[in-house]
């Protein structure tokens, strides 16, 4: 009796298997998708709950190689007035400041290198203008650009491109 039981039972075990082989599958998948999705969506930056949403960004450059604010944060998919001032009173060509937002996944030390060689576009590599989501013009001291862009879901480091730079003026910028 034992064994009359069991063999139907393994054999509805087997076709349960070969069927959850399949449904695994699937489900596999769909999960690692779900997992990619939400690590885009969710990624995010230490310390940027303190902060207000505000699609007005101020921020300043100055003559110690520094920018003021470090971290913002904004609603995506709505515009963005961003204000760069250069503060400080050193000349354009050995202390100027731009503000360069770069869209998530460029390597920043890849960019910085090939923005060095773009003297004659204010440190706006043209091979690479696909990497950028938003950048200011190239500012002496004193000056100061406004500029308007719009972000989608994500985080964006932004950088000074000037040669040298980004190393130490670099920052993020929250779309959420
Ligand atoms: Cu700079």
Redesign the pocket.
Known sequence: MKKLFVLPAIAIALTMAACGGSDNKTTTTATEETTTEETASTETVPGVEKLEISNTIAIE?NDQ?K?DKELFRVKAGEPIELTLK?VGTLPKES????LVVLKPGVDVATFGGEATSAADNDYIPKTSLTSIAAHTKLLGPGEQDKITFTLDKGVYTFI???PG??G??QGKIVAE
């Open positions: 450059g190689m920018f250069n202390m100027g400041h731009n000074c491109s000037f730079h980004f130490m003026m």
